[in-house]
């Protein structure tokens, strides 16, 4: 293997050694396999292929300065992975295999977890696909779940430094009563012609309204939103909005700093009254917010004078990373070492 340039890394694809593989047949889950291919062979009329059934997680693996492998809320992932399934009639990957095959492709790829000090960490990818044949539009009977791994560096190329976001309203993530609350892949692909568009007009990413109104605040692309104003954390409120483990924690770190937390309906207008802004997910943590520009009036929110991420989501930010890397307490029983 060439010596990996850790502290280079993009957030993009990495090949490791090995990746795991389980299939669900007949009624039950299978033995799990090692695999060092990175191909998956499967049958042409699977429903992954033709009707979207299709799951993913993301999470990752830490090394701290003690050399040791640590593992954030995993279990918040695999219930996050099992509603998904139950949104699209899949079969549900029970929490003990998650575990035990999320625990054995670190493992197995050990040598490609980042080592500390470089922002760097092994991203892993759980992925639920229906490989069952169907022609007619029902789910399949056949289910496969595999896990990879790769190192990454930051998702954001600007590090942690505000970056501009575009508000836009005639393009919809996801519907109310849709899927926009489980990890599926088809909310992914929904929301590309919308953040490509944004990427070429100047922007890290796109804000995504509720599509039934169009007056609050659902998403940013890839990541949760929240605003900071008067000591106060508000994060949107919504059914199409996906449970992000990232915000869910940091709304609790917050608590623990003093600040009041409020998740409700953020119209945008309110977007005028935040002193700090930033979206939040795995890939990430946070990514702080300098500006937000609404695509179709062109009026401008501020919240990033010089250039640097606010203080209130500079502290967020540490705390929570320092917890992941180990360099904080774990007050909240969040980190599982991999022995």
């Not at 029970?94 to 080592?115: D, G, Q, S």
């Not at 696909?129 to 790769?150: D, K």
Request: charged share 25%; hydrophobic share 40%; aromatic share 12%.
């Amino acid at each position: 293997m060439h010596e990996i340039e850790w502290s280079k890394l993009p957030f993009g694809y990495f090949k490791t050694d090995y990746n795991l593989r389980c299939y669900y047949r007949d009624g039950k889950w299978g033995e799990i396999e090692i695999s060092s291919s990175e191909i998956v062979n499967m049958h042409m009329a699977a429903t992954c292929l033709h009707y979207g059934q299709e799951a993913f997680e993301g999470m990752k693996a830490y090394r701290g300065k003690d050399g040791k492998v640590r593992l954030f809320r995993w279990e918040e992932n695999a219930k996050r992975m099992q509603r998904s399934a139950e949104g699209i009639l899949m079969a549900k990957v029970p929490e003990t295999l998650f575990k035990e095959m999320v625990f054995k492709v670190v493992k197995l790829n050990e040598r490609f977890v980042p080592p500390y000090g470089h922002g760097a960490a092994l991203y892993i990818r759980p992925l639920l696909l229906g490989s069952g044949v169907q022609i007619g539009v029902s789910p399949a009977n056949e289910y496969m779940f595999m896990v990879f791994v790769g190192p990454v560096g930051p998702y954001f190329k600007e590090g942690f430094n505000p970056v501009k976001m575009q508000v836009i309203r005639d393009i919809d993530r996801a519907a109310p009563l849709g899927t926009g609350h489980i990890k599926v892949g088809g909310n992914y692909a929904g929301s590309l012609r919308a953040s490509e568009r944004a990427k070429s007009e100047g922007f890290a990413s796109v804000i995504f309204l509720e599509a039934k109104e169009k007056k609050y605040i659902d998403e940013a692309g890839p990541a949760n939103f929240f605003g900071i104003k008067d000591k106060t954390y508000i994060t949107p409120k919504s059914d199409s909005i996906l449970p992000s483990i990232t915000n869910m924690s940091l709304m609790r770190l917050a608590e623990d700093l003093g600040l009041k937390v409020e998740r409700r309906q953020v119209a945008v207008e309110e977007l005028a009254e935040f002193e700090e802004a930033g979206a939040c997910g795995t890939a990430a943590i946070i990514s702080p917010i300098g500006t937000i520009v609404e695509r179709e009036s062109g009026k401008i929110y501020t919240f990033s004078k010089d250039g640097k991420a606010g203080p209130w989501s500079t502290k967020l930010f540490q705390k929570l990373q320092g917890i992941q890397y180990g360099d904080e307490a774990d007050e909240h029983g969040w980190v599982t070492v991999i022995e």
